[in-house]
Nanobody, 121 residues
């Protein structure tokens, strides 16, 4: 099994910044893609940003230029730096990892428990 533990959510004023972190732990695995999704009340979960093990990134149009995803492969950790936050960014943010497990010789998807980000004055 692989566990994803998120941290860094909270309440911030419009225009402010937050940094989310997500660390993966477990045995006998490697991670291909790591990313962040978010889900606001009454809306479907959507991709915010993703990053491959080689460092290729992908962003939702709504966050381009404001959010930056990065990754420390040695620590199996992904970060999301969020700047110029606005109320529309309010959501539960979920970490995701596409993992290859050596014990099962297969690819699996794992999710974190979610962290609340609230942007409000």
């Amino acid at each position: 099994q692989v566990q994803l533990v998120e941290s860094g959510g909270g309440l911030v004023q419009p225009g402010g910044s937050l940094r989310l972190s997500c660390a993966a732990s477990g045995r006998s695995f490697s991670i291909n893609v790591m990313g962040w999704y978010r889900q606001a009340p009454g809306r479907e979960r959507e991709l915010v940003a993703s990053i491959t093990s080689g460092g290729n990134t992908n962003y939702a149009d709504s966050v381009k230029g404001r959010f930056t995803i990065s990754r420390d492969n040695a620590k199996n950790t992904v970060y999301l730096q969020m700047n110029s936050l606005n109320p529309e960014d309010t959501a539960v943010y979920y970490c995701h990892a596409e993992v290859f497990r050596y014990d099962s010789q297969g690819r699996h998807d794992y999710w974190g428990q979610g962290t609340q980000v609230t942007v409000s004055s």
